[in-house]
């Protein structure tokens, strides 16, 4: 995937949120599994869910020693999703018309494509 087409997928979440606002709480975010790059917008309580279970998984494996406790690690540290608030890639113009910050956006899509 190159930057511009990360950067334009990101952009048709944003307004895709923007059109339906309604249906999520108040601390959208925008969820990117590295290892996949499949990404999606959810509710804040969605995030804190995720997280905590990958708090569990890395806890769980934090017993094991050696390569594999390593090689999990990694594995791991890809399947973890990244979130990012929706809300720091929308920006309103004169008109309160809201629209995605698409500067906002390309910093993200720079953070897995250089």
């Known amino acids: 995937m190159t930057h511009e087409k990360l950067t334009a997928h990101i952009v048709e979440l944003i307004n895709r949120y923007i059109a339906n606002a309604d249906s999520f709480d108040s601390n959208p975010q925008l969820r990117i599994v590295p290892s996949t790059m499949s ?62 910050d698409t500067k906002a956006i390309e910093s993200i899509a720079t953070s897995y494509i250089f």
């Open 39 to 100: 990404m999606t917008i959810v509710n804040g309580s969605d995030m804190l869910a995720e997280i905590e279970v990958s708090d569990e998984n890395v806890d769980d494996e934090a017993g094991v020693d050696g390569e594999r406790s390593e090689e999990y690690a990694d594995y791991q540290a890809g399947r973890n999703p990244d979130f990012y608030p929706v809300k720091s890639m929308i920006k309103a113009d004169g008109n309160k018309k809201y629209a995605a």
